[in-house]
């Protein structure tokens, strides 16, 4: 009972926090309030097995949770891209990127139907509670097709039935739903992740 009560203060702080308005304030709502020990971010990363110099989308980067973690696995020689509709986030992660000497991130202002990646393409597309937000996604995703790079993945993670405050809030989308949207795009299941409480983790690579 105090874990939940704990979990709608936060979301209420967060709540108000997004109210406010400043950009300042959103990054701090969108990165999460004591999210590393639910969000488990190295497992994630490691889970994703990335290789030094592979080229990352960060889709709905929001305020840089995961930009700056998968920057770190890509190294100097990959390059990170981190993808919002809201520019107030991207220039955010800019001015973060280049206060901290970061020079393999790079941001991107997506169109709600196009994350505008570069034409060269992505080895990984990578996006950690966005999937629910984003509209008619088996078209988003089928076009998305066309910018990941021969065995390119794409990787999801968002709040499944187990997370109940989300679910009150519709922020999540059940796995079931997931599965089936990304095989109408065109994409198969190669790996399911159980590690996280509140959140499927699921990655795809095209149909052969």
């Known amino acids: 009972m105090a874990k939940n009560i704990r979990r709608i203060s936060n979301y209420i702080f967060l709540a108000s926090l997004l109210f406010a308005g400043c950009a300042g304030l959103k990054q701090c709502a969108y990165r999460g309030v004591n999210r590393d020990p639910w969000q488990q971010p190295e497992k994630v990363i490691a889970a994703l097995q990335i290789r030094p110099g592979d080229h990352v989308a960060d889709l709905g980067a929001g305020g840089g949770y995961f930009t700056f973690k998968l ?16 520019r107030e986030m991207t220039d955010l992660i800019a001015q973060q990127a280049q206060k901290d000497a970061v020079g393999n991130v790079a941001t991107i202002v997506a169109k709600a139907d196009d994350p505008m990646l570069p034409q060269a393409g992505v080895d990984l597309v990578f996006t950690s509670n966005t999937y629910h937000h984003i509209g008619n996604r088996v078209a988003y995703f089928a076009d998305l097709r066309k910018y990941l790079r021969p065995g390119g993945k794409i990787a999801i993670i968002d709040f499944d039935r187990r997370a109940w405050i989300e679910g009150l809030l519709r922020h ?6 997931i599965k089936r949207e990304m095989e109408q795009a065109g994409y198969v299941l190669r790996h399911e992740l159980e590690f996280l409480d509140r959140q499927s983790f699921m990655i795809f690579t095209l149909k052969p």
């Open 71 to 86: 920057a770190n696995a890509v190294g100097p020689t990959g390059k990170v891209y981190a993808v919002d509709i809201d």
């Open 172 to 177: 999540y989308t059940p796995s079931d739903f």
